[in-house]
């Protein structure tokens, strides 16, 4: 699995899911998204999109996104997040 053609995709998914709004991510608290990309490469790449309860709390979410070619790094995806808070801002950034 080529690592930065793999984080290219996986930045590009996460950047639509920055998109969405606070509330629409919050439906995806507790369910999972996955489905295939091609890479520039040809390689089909999975990707798994979840959103977790950060701190339930103050309500922050926490959008997770892990890529991998099927193969043994399925074991070791390459993986990246986000933290966005009700009020649409991202956390750490």
């Not at 990707?47 to 890529?67: H, N």
Request: with cysteine; charged share 30%; proline share 3%.
């Amino acid at each position: 699995m080529n690592d930065q053609e793999a984080r290219r995709a996986l930045h590009e998914i996460l950047n639509r899911y920055r998109l969405r709004t606070y509330a629409e991510l919050a439906m995806l608290v507790g369910n999972q998204e996955t489905f295939e990309v091609p890479g520039e490469s040809g390689a089909n790449y999975q990707i798994e999109i979840q959103a977790v309860w950060e701190d339930k709390t103050r309500k922050i979410i926490r959008v997770l996104g892990a890529i991998d070619d099927g193969g043994v790094r399925a074991f070791m995806p390459v993986c990246d997040d986000f933290l966005i808070t009700p009020d649409g801002e991202f956390v750490g950034e």
